[in-house]
């Protein structure tokens, strides 16, 4: 069965335009529930490990200046079949392509400065939320 915990990031060109509460309330409308959040400024080695699997394409050295460019807001959302429920409520990851009342749509500048991240795959989501969150932090 899939999971109920997902980690997203509500990334730095977002939580610095002041839209945290915007986008938590609408997660929180979607039926997702917050169970750990943090405020932090990424180092490049956090952000750098965290996207690692990205370090070959050639916008890797961009997302890494992008996602240390001020604070963010990484949380674990719980609600069921949270994976593809929060790919879902953020849209696609260019804002041009995102479907009507995404996140992406509604708060992301461009594909680059979009906004919001979310896990792809429930292993991703739990090793995601160890990156951010020690176990005694997880309440569920
Ligand atoms: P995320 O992993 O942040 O949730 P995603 O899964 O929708 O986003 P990925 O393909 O995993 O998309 O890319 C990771 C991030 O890298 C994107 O969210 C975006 O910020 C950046 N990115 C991806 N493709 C491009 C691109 N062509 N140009 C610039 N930045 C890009
Ligand atoms: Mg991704």
Redesign the pocket.
């Known amino acids: 069965m899939a999971g109920k915990h997902t980690l997203t990031?509500i990334?730095p060109d977002a939580f610095g335009a002041a839209k945290a509460g915007n986008i938590i309330a609408l997660l929180e409308a979607r039926g997702f529930r917050v169970r750990a959040a943090r405020v932090m400024h990424l180092t490049k080695q956090q952000a750098g490990e965290f996207?690692a699997?990205?370090r070959e394409?050639?916008?890797?050295g961009?997302?890494v200046d992008?996602?240390t460019s001020g604070a963010c807001m990484p949380m674990v959302l719980e609600k069921p079949n949270a994976v593809v429920a929060l790919?879902d409520a953020?849209g696609?990851?260019?804002p041009a392509e995102a479907a009507a009342g995404t996140v992406?749509k509604l708060y992301a500048e461009?594909?680059?400065?979009?906004a919001?991240?979310?896990?792809?795959s429930d292993d991703n989501a739990g090793r995601e939320a160890r990156f951010f969150f020690a176990e005694t932090d997880l309440i569920y």
């Open positions: 990031i990334k996207y699997v990205h394409r050639p916008f890797y961009e997302l992008f996602m790919r953020i696609a990851t260019d992406r461009s594909k680059g400065r979009n919001i991240h979310a896990s792809d």
